[in-house]
Every structure is written in structure tokens, then in C-alpha cells.
């Protein structure tokens, strides 16, 4: 007979799904993981465990679960199954994102499709549920590639003056990097302009790209910077030198 054991696919950033990801054999929907899921589900998210514990839990040589054809994916930032992927399993299915979970395309499962809570929408043919385990804090930097964030700001009014400007970020920069990059002029096009230094910048409207970078960690605390906000301060001008006598 088939002897179907979990499988669990992690991603530090995006997992996408753009072909097929297919699992076949039945799980027993009477499995003990799945029955805890549907105690906790009904008790607050102080009862909860969390999703180490239970992966470590399901993974574990000897336990029942570990003949169940549980398929999990983790990704720390979205998971996406575009238009044209599908997915499709027998057993359970654990979705779990720290960003969203966007599906174009197919999630099928015989058995109950489970979803992180903050995780947005899944289109399923089967029973959706909301993942009862809460999702563990980093206490230590665990990247290994770098993780950079940004945010583009709407057009601004935009007047350019003699003697510069300063740009100031407050907020923490912790273990990372805080920079912001001036754009004029439409994307892709001969005449954009993008510089760190908007006294470059021409009259009319501009946009600022703010990125926020934390590099990738080796046993360092996890601190990631945070931005309260961006601050352009116009530099005074100098005072015209007095005359030698």
C-alpha cells in the first residue's frame, strides 16, 4: 500500500504557484491535527499553538499525522496563484502568509483548505477555514537574501530652491537602512528623472520612493527599521561674506 507523508514548501518572500501543483491520496478527515484544528478554532488564540510547534508536531517520526498527505506552504511575504496555476491536493492544505494570499487562478482539495487569518481571500471548491495557530514573532534575524520595502508617495506640488535640501527620516533604523529617491516625469520614459538629491529636480511634480532594506542576518537580533516619516527641509542660504578691511 502508499504510504503518504506532509509535505511542507517555505519561502522567505513570495511563493507563487504559476503551473500546477498537484498531490494525490485521500487524508482521513478524522486525522487528530485536523480535529485539534477544529477544537482550537471554536476556543480564543490564547489556547492556540503556534505554527513552529505544529509543523514540528506534524513533521515528527511516528505520529499519526506523519502518514497524512498534509501539504503546507509558508511564505513570509504573499502567496499567489495567478491566473492559469491551480493547486490541487487530496489531503489538507495549510496556507500561510505573512503578506497576502491572491488566487487567480484554482485551489482544489478534498479535504479542508486552512488559512492564515491576516491572509486575504482563497477561491476554493473546498471548505475554507481560518488557521487556528498563531504565527510566531522572529526574535532572531533569519533573512537570506535581503528584505527591501518600498513606498512610492502620490505626485507632489514641487518647487525647487536655491540652496538645496536636506532629507531627514524619522523613525528607527535599527539593523537596516532607511534611503528615499526623487522621481520627475513619467515612468520608463526619456525624460524621467530619479536622483537621492531633489535640489536636482526641476519645477512641477515629483514623487518619493521610500525603501526601507534589512540585510540578511547571521544569529543578529531581528530589528528591522520602521519609518514614521519622511522630511524635506530646505537649507538655509549663505550669508553673503563681509567685506575685508
Do not use: C, Y
Not at 111 to 123: D, N, Q, R
Not at 139 to 163: E, I, K, S
Not at 188 to 211: F, H, I, K, M, Y
Request: glycine share 12%; no cysteine; hydrophobic share 35%.
Amino acid at each position: 500500500s502508499q504510504t503518504w507523508v506532509p509535505v511542507v514548501l517555505r519561502s522567505q518572500t513570495v511563493l507563487e504557484v504559476r503551473g500546477r501543483l498537484t498531490r494525490s491520496g485521500s487524508g482521513d478527515r478524522l486525522d487528530p491535527l485536523a480535529t485539534d484544528f477544529e477544537r482550537a478554532a471554536k476556543l480564543g488564540e490564547e489556547h492556540w499553538d503556534s505554527l513552529s510547534a505544529w509543523v514540528e508536531r506534524l513533521l515528527a517520526p511516528g505520529q499519526s499525522s506523519a502518514r497524512e498527505p498534509w501539504t503546507v506552504l509558508i511564505a513570509g511575504g504573499d502567496i499567489r496563484v495567478p491566473e492559469g496555476g491551480a493547486i490541487e491536493v487530496e489531503g489538507h492544505l495549510v496556507l500561510v502568509a505573512g503578506g497576502w494570499i491572491r488566487v487567480g487562478g484554482s485551489v482544489r482539495s478534498e479535504g479542508f483548505v486552512w488559512k492564515s487569518p491576516e491572509g486575504g481571500g482563497v477561491a476554493s471548491h473546498a471548505r475554507v477555514e481560518l488557521l487556528p495557530l498563531v504565527l510566531d514573532p522572529p526574535a532572531l534575524n533569519p533573512l537570506r537574501v535581503p528584505l527591501v520595502v518600498g513606498a512610492l508617495t502620490q505626485p507632489l506640488p514641487w518647487t525647487p530652491r536655491t540652496h538645496g535640501w536636506r532629507t531627514l527620516f524619522v523613525g528607527h533604523e535599527g539593523g537596516g537602512r532607511l534611503s528615499a529617491r526623487f522621481l520627475q516625469g513619467s515612468a520608463g520614459s526619456e525624460t524621467e528623472r530619479v536622483t537621492s538629491d531633489p535640489s536636482e529636480l526641476g519645477p512641477g511634480t515629483t514623487r518619493a520612493l521610500v525603501q526601507l532594506e534589512l540585510p540578511p542576518g547571521t544569529g543578529e537580533p531581528w530589528d528591522p527599521p520602521r519609518l514614521e516619516r519622511l522630511k524635506l527641509e530646505a537649507l538655509p542660504g549663505r550669508l553673503p561674506e563681509r567685506p575685508r578691511r
